[in-house]
């Protein structure tokens, strides 16, 4: 969802865009926490912080960096708060930036790659793209994928590999590469 079409704020696309990002601030805030009790509740005040802030958000630009960040100073508000009351925080501060820097850098990446497999996906040709969208997207097994369209399973695997290698050598290309590099 990207809010760039729209002049003026769109209080649906917003909510779209904050629905559909929940699960990578989840993680982003896990990441800089670790396994606490505190992240349902940073979530929270981020989402809560977002809505309010929603109508400063500028149109086309970045709304995961935007979130990422807000979150970030949820992180450090939670932390100054435990500090105060005495309580242990789980790291450094250096510590918690860096790895908020490195997890936003895998996010950039795997945004990165996300968009190269859509390009990429675009340019199978239709059948090839429809078995790979109905056995990864769909989930549908290669057995009821060979009864409807009535080839043998065997083919549909075949049909499969063939697509993931066509895939695999444009994302390469996509990427300038010889070869998918490690997200670290």
Not at 38 to 67: K, S, Y
Not at 123 to 138: C, G, N, W
Not at 148 to 176: H, M, T, W, Y
Request: charged share 30%.
């Amino acid at each position: 969802m990207d809010l760039a079409s729209h002049t003026s704020f769109d209080s649906d696309a917003f909510e779209q865009l904050l629905a559909a990002h929940q699960g990578r601030l989840f993680g982003f805030i896990r990441a800089l926490v670790g396994p606490s009790g505190e992240v349902d509740d940073i979530l929270q005040n981020t989402n809560r912080i977002m809505w309010r802030e929603a109508e400063t958000f500028e149109a086309g630009t970045n709304f995961r960096a935007w979130a990422f960040q807000i979150a970030r100073y949820q992180v450090l508000q939670q932390r100054e708060k435990q500090r105060r009351q005495g309580e242990q925080v789980p790291f450094s501060d250096e510590l918690m930036e860096t790895l908020a820097i490195r997890t936003e850098e895998k996010e950039s990446s795997l945004d990165r790659r996300q968009r190269f497999l859509q390009v990429c996906l675009e340019k199978l040709p239709d059948r090839q793209r429809a078995v790979i969208e109905r056995r990864y997207f769909s989930r549908e097994s290669v057995q009821s994928i060979a009864d409807d369209i009535g080839i043998k399973p065997n083919a549909v695997s075949q049909l499969l590999f063939r697509s993931r290698e066509s895939l695999l050598r444009c994302i390469e290309s996509q990427l300038g590469d010889s070869s998918i590099r490690p997200l670290d």
